[in-house]
């Protein structure tokens, strides 16, 4: 395809979403990096919340973190580029530890794979044992080596009802834990950070649970409230609400939908609402109404996730030209993460 090509791409996609001075200069972006791509027998894979100008030109799959797991799993090209963040580039080196993996920015990190370390899982084992593991996916290698399970927002609650044990530690994400326990009826409890002189609360009489959770937030999805959702119902009536399972269970409980990226994507192309509220990444909105223009979509930019905002078209071809950031995992934690990622994989 030749950067004309993919203008008019882009533009039959994006012409009410981007100015067409813009898309003339990302076009010619985009054709640099697949004409590298080609060169280095790479593989782009693009979340769903990248920029439209992104997601509509050089990833060759486009999903949530589940779909681009799978997809990094059956990859044979050389080189995997990510654009999304560094847990989902560690996710693909876990699954492919003889191919390059690349990230076009050193900070796109994400404060749920942040807000816990290996240490902290260790403890936990500790305080808890024999019960199994499950990670969400948005963790670190050295935190997923330590799991027995991995999960996404896809899967979360089918990985929980496959494991069938009668309790699991579930993190870090604690409101898509609490999001799991409310789906699956079961009770979760917090023990207290720092665990000084913690009681083992297995062993604390009158205490019933089936799930141990830990307080880690995604720092865009903990900002969506009840009182947003009250706000803009009552402006917009008839607006149908989306929201990914990182949002509180009161905010969940207060919309129509709740699922993983693609699921609300899905949702969105399925029903026929002329309204929908993205409670999620705003740039996410730009993508589904690209893709359905007969469709409004309401979104709350001004909460934005700097870590996936950082990945953009000029950071993908600098990726490729200077082969930067490359991801390595160290090989006695990645054989041991591999367990729990390939288990997920394989679930729901
Ligand atoms: P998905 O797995 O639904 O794509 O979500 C990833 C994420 O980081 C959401 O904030
Ligand atoms: Fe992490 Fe939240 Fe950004 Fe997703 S939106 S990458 S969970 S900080």
């Not at 950071?315 to 991801?327: F, G, P, R, S």
Request: charged letters at 25%; glycine letters at 6%; a negative charge.
């Amino acid at each position: 395809m030749t950067a004309n090509e993919i203008f008019l791409k882009m533009k039959e996609k994006l012409s009410d979403i981007v100015p067409e001075a813009e898309l003339k200069y990302k076009s010619e972006l985009a054709n640099e990096i697949n004409r590298l791509k080609e060169e280095r027998n790479a593989v782009i894979l693009g979340h769903n919340y990248m920029e439209p100008a992104l997601y509509y030109s050089v990833p060759d799959f486009v999903g949530d973190s589940l779909e681009l797991s799978r997809k990094a799993a059956q990859t044979d090209r050389k080189v995997i580029v990510f654009c999304g963040v560094r847990f989902m580039a560690e996710t693909a080196k876990i699954l492919n530890p003889g191919k390059t993996v690349l990230l076009p920015s050193e900070k796109a990190g994400c404060s749920l794979a942040g807000s816990i370390t290996a240490e902290d899982v260790r403890i936990l084992k500790d305080k808890f044992p024999g019960v199994p593991v499950v990670s969400y996916v948005n963790t670190y290698a050295d935190v997923k080596a330590e799991s027995d399970y991995c999960c996404t927002s896809g899967n979360a609650a089918a990985v929980v009802n496959a494991i069938g044990n009668d309790k699991v530690i579930f993190l870090p994400d604690e409101f898509l834990a609490r999001n799991v326990a409310a789906e699956t009826g079961k009770k979760i409890i917090f023990p207290s950070v720092g665990f000084t002189g913690m009681r083992n609360a297995d062993q604390e009489p009158g205490i019933d649970y089936q799930m141990i959770g830990w307080r880690g937030r995604c720092e865009v999805h903990e900002k969506f409230s009840v009182e947003d959702i009250t706000n803009i119902r009552k402006q917009f009536p008839d607006v149908v609400i989306l929201a990914h399972p990182e949002c509180s269970p009161e905010v969940v409980a207060a919309s129509d939908f709740s699922g993983s990226t693609t699921a609300m994507i899905r949702y969105v192309e399925q029903t026929k609402s002329h309204r929908y509220l993205l409670l999620t990444e705003c740039a996410m909105g730009d993508n589904i109404a690209a893709a359905n223009p007969d469709k409004e979509m309401l979104r709350l930019c001004s909460v934005r996730c700097p870590h996936m905002n950082q990945i953009t078209l000029e950071d993908t071809l600098e990726a490729l030209q200077k082969n930067q950031y490359v991801i390595e995992v160290p090989e006695e934690i990645r054989v041991k993460a591999a367990r729990a990622v390939e288990r997920m994989i394989q679930i729901g």
